[in-house]
């Protein structure tokens, strides 16, 4: 039963754009009472008034820890399963700190009421979980103050989907995060994060990152925005760090890297039942044996080298910790089918990445009842190991144009208008159709300081690489950055 579950959690995830795109259609195949009660107030609110929610740091508001503390995402989690290992303990973005016992308020008339003069009704709200007012003497409030950097978290490799940031950050299953249910009789349909210690205590949000198409879909963007999933523009990047005690996670090669990588792991598993399961695993184990005689190795392939956009804004947002992360098995639970260049299928993947800033990988794995063919990942094992962080202090450029003098601060007045408008584009939504066009300027990094905090992000990557990759079937595997 326990992975029969399991297969519905990675079914969930699996047909979630199909279900809201159905879902879409369904309503509007309803007729006019649909339109009028929900389709046109949607598109309002949508279009009105959270057009941009996505791209303007205000993702914040609309992350629900209920959503990402589902049960169905504890299958999902267990599935391959997808496990996390640090190399070390992280410093806490904020701490908490108890009010001022002055400063609380002494004058609610509930102090009125004895504590222990609770009635039958108290006693079902709290056997029931409701939460019902009582005077306790032990009511303690807390505050935050931020004393600690924010961080930027990248992933590697990219993967056809990228199960282990959907796991490690889209949810709270992984980093236990304090949850409550609304009611003690639906704790059942919650993940309990008693269980275990938190896994980044202290560090707040973390956004993963994603292209703004994901968003296009009425529903399914809000679905999104509850798990955390925001646009990984740079406008979005700097209004959400500055918006609180948040951090990001970025999937660094992208589409790109997507098509890169298939089948690197040493000790595949294509799905427990599978008939002829025992004769190919033989067959495998022939072949890796061969080829550990023949020192014969495979490779993961990353496009790193001309990605340095999260290392800019880190540098001009202070106080950031780069952190690198792979995820051993994240290219093992898809077959991917890679065109000969000139095909059809390799013009059309290049024309979607082109037009659409995405490609769309031809892949294949196991299905639903059968383990040969279809688009559920395979049951292998994703460990995803965390490096050190990498620390980006405060006023960085500042102090490197006091000791450079001849640098040039500013773009030129022509670059710095095509940049501002690239960046922040009219509002079309009601609430800022009158108001001022908003600039986002963006100080020159020295490309020595990008080069230098470039590297340090590397070389913690090949170290993370190296002395994991003996424990996760990547003895024979080599990292190899293409670009």
Request: glycine residues 6%.
């Amino acid at each position: 039963m326990s992975r029969r579950l399991e297969t519905i959690g990675i079914i969930w995830h699996t047909v979630s754009i199909p279900f809201f795109f159905t879902l879409c259609l369904f309503l509007v195949y309803l007729g006019w009472v649909s339109w009028l009660l929900i389709i046109l107030p949607y598109f309002i609110w949508w279009y009105g008034f959270d057009l941009h929610t996505p791209t303007n740091g205000k993702a914040n508001y609309r992350v629900r820890n209920w959503v990402k503390n589902l049960i169905v995402w504890e299958w999902f989690v267990n599935y391959f399963p997808i496990r996390v290992h640090k190399s070390c303990e992280f410093e806490p973005t904020f701490s908490e700190v108890v009010e001022d016992e002055d400063n609380l308020d002494d004058d609610d008339e509930e102090d009125l009421i004895n504590e222990n003069s609770t009635t039958i009704v108290d006693k079902v709200f709290q056997s029931l979980g409701l939460g019902k007012r009582l005077n306790k003497v032990d009511n303690v409030k807390y505050r935050t103050v931020s004393n600690g950097p924010r961080y930027v978290f990248g992933y590697h490799p990219h993967g056809v989907i990228s199960m282990g940031v959907m796991g490690l950050f889209a949810t709270n299953i992984l980093r236990n995060e304090a949850f409550e249910p609304p009611a003690r009789f639906l704790r059942f349909l919650f993940y309990d994060p008693s269980k275990h210690k938190p896994l980044l205590p202290n560090i707040g949000n973390i956004f993963p990152l994603t292209l703004n198409t994901q968003f296009t879909l009425p529903f399914y963007r809000d679905y999104l925005l509850s798990l955390g999933l925001t646009s990984a523009s740079a406008v979005n990047i700097k209004s959400l760090i500055n918006n609180g005690d948040n951090s990001v996670c970025i999937v660094v090669g992208g589409a790109q890297e997507s098509l890169l990588n298939s089948g690197v792991t040493n000790h595949p598993t294509v799905g427990i039942g599978y008939k002829k399961l025992a004769e190919k695993q033989s067959q495998e184990d022939e072949i890796i044996k061969e080829n550990n005689e023949r020192n014969v190795s495979k490779e993961i392939k990353l496009v790193l080298n001309k990605r340095k956009g999260f290392v800019k804004l880190a540098i001009e947002l202070g106080n950031i910790s780069l952190v690198p992360i792979f995820g051993f098995g994240e290219a093992d639970i898809y077959n991917i089918i890679q065109p000969k260049p000139g095909t059809i299928g390799d013009t059309f993947q290049k024309w979607l990445k082109k037009n659409f800033s995405f490609t769309l990988p031809f892949f294949s794995a196991r299905g639903i009842f059968i383990y040969d063919f279809g688009f559920l990942p395979y049951r292998n094992p994703i460990n995803v190991c965390i490096g050190r962080p990498i620390y980006v202090p405060p006023n960085l450029v500042q102090d490197y144009k006091r000791d450079h003098p001849e640098f040039e601060s500013e773009y030129e007045p022509e670059r710095e208008k095509e940049r501002t408008e690239n960046h922040m584009k009219r509002s079309q939504s009601f609430q800022n159709l009158f108001g001022k066009k908003k600039s986002f300027k963006r100080s020159k990094v020295p490309q020595e300081l990008l080069d230098h905090y470039h590297k340090l992000y590397v070389d913690e990557l090949k170290r993370v690489f190296e002395e994991n990759k003996c424990k996760f079937g990547y003895e024979n595997v080599v990292l190899n950055i293409v670009e």
